[in-house]
């Protein structure tokens, strides 16, 4: 969603404003101050009449400005969830009631997904190739299921668990995150390929095991002030969203450290 750039504007109105309060003097007398702090505001009210003139001519810079905030805000907010890597780096890495791809990997890439968070879908493709050509690291993937994408993600949740007891996790979990949306027929026609009973799947999805695994991963996600999905950990760095290249770049990093 593309935010409004008329705080933005406003912001930079004020700023260029800020100067414009003028110091009342003695008429009667001469205050070198009083003339010093003149020729200021004339010099500041000249600059932002040429800084209003600029922005007038060049919108476009407002747009990159808010840009540039976003980015700022979004690297101080990685920083703070990186800082809480190592008290929860067992709860991420090494729970048992996660899925992982490659378990004997050296390197170990954790993803939090919905499984219908749209932009799980887009980068799937890119984490079942990372998969395939980095055997050496562990793909672990913990069900974050937001609660705004319905209730097929949940049940969905439960169907990758009993499909992953026949180990048979990686190329269903890849199945269903393909759908555009994922529908509650379409997993039990995967259950059924399968030989797997929709209705033993949706009595899994009600057991206390089942709830309280996807309680644990939200209240972990809630604890590191993770909001949204996907969420990736390679080790210690942080990337959050579908940033392939930035994903595959903190993979090679990972790598070179080991």
Same mark, same amino acid.
């Given at each position: 969603?593309?935010? #409004? ?17 003028? +110091?009342?003097?003695? #008429? ?16 500041? *009210?000249?600059?932002?009449? =040429? ?21 700022? !805000? ?8 990186? =800082?809480?890597?190592? #008290? ?7 729970? +048992? /009631? ?5 378990? =004997?990997?050296? @390197? ?53 668990? !009993?499909?992953?007891? *026949? ?25 059924? /390929? ?8 949706? !009595? ?17 996600? =809630? ?10 950990? @390679?080790?210690?760095?942080?990337? #959050?969203? !579908?940033?392939?290249?930035?994903? *595959? ?5 990972? +790598?070179?450290?080991?």
């Amino acid at each position: 969603m593309r935010r #409004s750039t008329i705080p933005l504007v406003i912001t930079l109105a004020a700023t260029v404003g800020l100067n414009a309060c003028e +110091k009342k003097t003695d #008429s009667t007398k001469v205050d070198p101050d009083a003339i010093a702090a003149a020729q200021t505001v004339k010099v500041d *009210k000249d600059f932002g009449d =040429k800084v209003r003139a600029y922005i007038l001519q060049h919108p476009e810079i407002l747009i990159e400005a808010q840009q540039a905030l976003q980015l700022k !805000a979004m690297a101080e907010e990685e920083a703070v969830i990186e =800082k809480q890597f190592a #008290s929860h780096k067992v709860q991420l890495q090494h729970d +048992k /009631r996660d899925f992982v791809i490659n378990p =004997k990997g050296k @390197v170990t890439v954790v993803e939090l997904f919905d499984y219908n968070c749209t932009y799980c879908k887009v980068i799937a493709p890119d984490i079942a190739q990372l998969a395939r050509d980095n055997p050496d690291v562990r793909f672990v993937f913990k069900d974050y299921t937001l609660g705004n994408f319905g209730p097929t993600s949940e049940y969905a949740a439960a169907a990758a668990r !009993a499909l992953n007891g *026949k180990g048979l996790f990686a190329d269903s979990h890849f199945e269903m995150i393909a759908q555009r949306p994922l529908t509650d027929a379409q997993v039990d026609d995967l259950l059924t /390929r399968n030989g797997i009973a929709p209705a033993s799947v949706r !009595a899994l999805e009600q057991t206390p095991e089942q709830q309280q695994y996807l309680l644990d991963v939200r209240a972990l996600a =809630k604890d590191m002030g993770i909001n949204g999905t996907p969420a990736f950990f @390679v080790e210690g760095d942080f990337v #959050s969203g !579908a940033q392939a290249e930035v994903l *595959k770049a903190a993979i090679a990093k990972a +790598k070179r450290g080991k």
